[in-house]
């Protein structure tokens, strides 16, 4: 390892993927992640599986380039593997972590500079996000939700983003579920090294776009600024809480930080609506009842049914 980095000319940030629920995709993001970091030059870069399982490894093992670089650490031996990476220059380290194992995480999650939380669109992984955002918050380490694996154009996607909202950070990229991210790590290759100009691998570059981008302010590291950040991420806002990043740095990633003035102009809201109810009854129409819309979710009102005597009625 030594000869290929030089030694300790950059800090060591750590980013761990972490989820309690099993099934969320943390070793598929951590490797897709790992390696997009490493093609897009953020490195040395390395990975490291606290996972027993040892899915990480196995993926690794089968991967014919030699990086991102790889490290099989228990917990015990975790600090100690992190502080030799740092001394040998390494720069990123992805910490894939086990599932349900409550002491095991937040002993990883110890060692964190960002925690990424991938969550599927469900409710059974929503209810699932409290644990994992407790553990982080008890170690007062910022987090950043990730949906994977949802469907496109669902309305339940939507949905979860907002729920995770109020819980934290959402990055602005979703990965959908495709069949190619799994197909592409049966030989230990990712989806952006097997179709670069997939959708899939334009996901997963613009997602890690952000959470560099991220990770640059948290750690106030303006190096850390990826060399070009799409405009429909909204990185503007992200900008403006940088107090060191250089003006020329901000014109290379194509954004304007915006000026005071920028941020107290206000747009006047349109004018009130003043005029009657346009969605009431009217006198004339055909129904003159109650509206039978004004319940919850729109739902409609059953109107009391009143019995007639006539042959064949309902009674």
Do not use: C
């Not at 049966?186 to 560099?212: H, P």
């Not at 990633?253 to 915006?258: C, N, R």
């Not at 609506?273 to 004339?284: A, F, K």
């Amino acid at each position: 390892m030594a000869p290929a980095i030089e030694r300790g000319r950059f800090p060591l940030y750590t980013i761990v993927t972490a989820s309690q629920k099993g099934g969320s995709g943390k070793t598929t993001l951590s490797g897709h992640l790992a390696v997009e970091a490493d093609r897009a030059g953020a490195g040395p870069v390395v990975l490291i599986d606290t996972d027993p399982q040892g899915s990480l490894a196995h993926w690794w093992n089968s991967r014919a380039q030699p990086t991102p670089l790889f490290v099989k650490a228990g917990l015990t031996d975790l600090g100690r593997a992190l502080g030799e990476l740092k001394a040998a220059g390494v720069k990123l380290a992805f910490i894939d972590t086990p599932p349900a194992i409550t002491s095991s995480i937040s002993h990883v999650v110890g060692f964190a500079d960002l925690v990424i939380v991938p969550t599927r669109p469900s409710p059974h992984d929503l209810r699932a996000v409290g644990a994992t955002v407790d553990i982080a918050e008890r170690h007062k380490k910022p987090v950043i939700f990730v949906l994977n694996a949802a469907t496109a154009r669902a309305r339940i996607t939507g949905e979860s983003a907002v729920a995770l909202s109020q819980h934290g950070m959402v990055a602005p990229v979703t990965i959908h579920h495709r069949v190619d991210f799994a197909a592409s790590m049966v030989d230990g290759r990712t989806v952006g090294e097997v179709m670069r100009s997939s959708t899939s691998a334009k996901e997963i570059t613009e997602l890690w776009n952000y959470i560099q981008f991220r990770l640059s302010r948290l750690m106030h590291d303006p190096k850390l600024i990826p060399e070009f950040m799409p405009r429909d991420q909204a990185v503007a806002p992200l900008l403006s809480g940088m107090q060191d990043v250089p003006d020329d740095v901000a014109d290379e990633i194509g954004v304007e930080v915006p000026s005071e003035e920028d941020v107290v102009q206000t747009v006047e809201p349109p004018p009130f609506y003043n005029g009657p109810e346009r969605r009431s009854n009217p006198p004339g129409t055909p129904y003159h009842g109650p509206e039978r819309r004004a319940n919850t979710f729109g739902r409609r009102t059953t109107l009391p049914y009143h019995h007639h005597d006539e042959v064949g009625g309902r009674k």
